[in-house]
């Protein structure tokens, strides 16, 4: 069985990944995804990378989709999680789940979504307009580079 | 003891390399982490991060094993 | 501004749907389909139609997804209802809900698919092996046609 | 008074026509509900339905006047 769960440097597309899901059984499909926004915390963000310890991100990842496919009575879960640089509009994260119903669905995506931004090993580092730069959730640095 | 360490992140950016081979003393992840703040000014607690040894989520009082790889885990931002 | 709301006859098509739902402000966006499934409650289904009362259809569908933009903090919203004979897989509805931030996504999305299920004059009208056909959601008929 | 009907989904498989102008006594579409419901033996009750006048949902017991568009909604089952 292919992973549920992987890091990629390549445009995420949603279209094909859905088609993975699809089963006769299936009547709900709940998706999710992360798009880059052009702001953080009222700074204007213009250019952003997203880095991973892939070997234990994909690890940590297939885990949380075994979770809430224990949790949920889910038919089929993926996600995807991209890293590089990106730009404004770009999907860095994409998530869908088909169910028999659609409480299942919608309650396994936010689960997946929530634990993977909790639990995965990705970074994401923001560049804005005054060429200064953060780690995003890391306390900020004296000294900033350009991303 | 020979450790094998690999920086990402803010980690990587602060320590100007993505991995390196050691000669520890260190008995532990915390021990190591400790050693390594002092020597590269890491702006990050032990209490911030998360540690894994050889590709998965270890704990800080772990004992470390010749050969082992460490990756000291900043705060995680996917999605 | 176009209606936020509609029923169609064609297939739908999410990622041009999508497509109208992207801001740069948005980070998140959450969506939901409805695929005809190959069964119900026990029964295998191997035809499905769905029809509508389209005028009122359309107004409250619009007004539901404005209620949703009043109680959550979102960016966009749409909602298409596909009617006429479907097949197993086909997707019947599509709501996407684009935000600043997840949870907003996600609980617009799920408010919308609750609340057109509950208010929205659709119908649908399921034929199974035996040759027999039931209104869903209706007591059961005495006298049942083929589809 | 003049009254159009129209019929969807069970009502108009049990009415056998998808709309009809009638010359009506009904004040009201509850009513008017009786009436069909004795004529065509409609299997619902107006308990299990909704109305809607001239396209918006309207009451039961709403004043119902000449040229009036009244639709019976049966259970709902989108999504």
Redesign the interface.
Known sequence: MESPFWITESPIE??AL?KTL?G????????????????NEGKQVNALE????K???E??GARIIEEAKEKFAVEAATCV?RVGPLE??DI??WVGV?A?H?SA??EA??FI?DE??????????EGYQDGLTD?????S??LR?PL | MKIHV?Y???LK??RGCSQENLDTDAATPRALYASLKGDHAF??EDS?L?V?VN???ASWDDALEEGDTV?F???????
Chains 1, 3 share one sequence.
Do not use: M
Request: charged share 25%; glycine share 6%.
């Open positions: 949603p279209t859905k699809q006769a059984a299936s009547g709900a499909f709940a998706s999710f995804e992360g798009w880059v926004r052009n702001h997203y880095s991973a310890y070997p234990l991100a690890k940590e999680h404004i509009g860095a994260i088909s028999p659609r669905s919608f995506c936010r979504v993977i931004k909790a639990r995965v090993p990705i970074w994401k580092r780690w995003i959730n890391c306390p640095q004296e580079k | 690999e990402y992140a803010i950016e602060q702006t990050l911030d998360k894994a590709e998965d989520f990756v885990i900043p705060p995680v931002a996917g999605g």
